[in-house]
């Protein structure tokens, strides 16, 4: 989930005609108002694409779902620090 219009791919990226609302484990929720592909760059200097990321202009933060980055057939790497 990314806060910003900006970094999606505008040949992904389309608009809700009605905002989606998303849950979280608190059973709170924010509105989703598009989605997307976004393109990252890793500390490799390759490209990550996460298909199918939410606009939640709300946020003042991104999130991103390390079990989807999983599916997607990445793989993640925490270190000290």
Do not use: C, H, W
Not at 66 to 71: A, E, H, P, Q, Y
């Amino acid at each position: 989930m990314f806060y910003s219009r900006s970094v999606f791919d505008p040949k992904t990226f389309q608009v809700f005609k009605t905002p989606v609302k998303v849950k979280f484990g608190d059973d709170s929720f924010v509105e989703a108002t598009g989605t997307g592909d976004v393109l990252l760059q890793s500390p490799t200097n390759s490209t990550v694409r996460l298909a199918q990321a939410l606009l939640v202009p709300s946020f003042k933060i991104n999130l991103i779902s390390i079990g989807k980055l999983d599916k997607s057939g990445y793989t993640s790497a925490f270190a000290k620090g």
